[in-house]
């Protein structure tokens, strides 16, 4: 599966955005997605992730009650709402779409298919 992510902007802190990552080929609903973050220099970090189903989701703690991950396999389509956003939020997004073990939710490896990302910046 191919991913292309998008949605990402410019925001005040406060405000909101919603990420999607597109996917194409027929076969979106088998995969668990995923959303990952990576700042300049540093590793790539977990947000969030949703099972083939979408009936289990995952959230990194510094993002749980502010963004909200979801599917719609009708439109082979991902979606990362992100409430409340903060200035420490601003990084590149990524998406993913794998077949992780419980053990490999929030790590990349988990993860064979990657979007090219979209970049996020919140002002103070």
């Known amino acids: 599966v191919q991913l292309q992510a998008s949605g990402g902007g410019l925001v005040q802190a406060g405000g909101s955005l919603r990420l999607s990552c597109a996917a194409s080929?027929?076969?979106?609903?088998?995969?668990?997605y995923g959303w990952f973050r990576q700042a300049p220099g540093k590793e790539r970090e977990f947000v969030s992730a949703i099972n083939w189903s979408g009936k289990s989701t995952y959230q990194a703690d510094s993002v749980k009650g502010r963004f909200t991950i979801s599917r719609d396999n009708a439109k082979n389509t991902m979606y990362l709402q992100m409430n409340s956003l903060k200035p420490e939020d601003t990084v590149i997004y990524y998406c993913?779409?794998?077949?992780?073990?419980?053990?490999?939710?929030?790590?990349?490896?988990?993860?064979?298919?990657w979007g090219q990302g979209t970049q996020v910046t919140v002002s103070s």
């Open positions: 993913a779409a794998g077949f992780p073990a419980t053990a490999q939710i929030m790590s990349p490896s988990g993860y064979i298919n």
């Open positions: 080929g027929r076969t979106f609903g088998i995969y668990t």
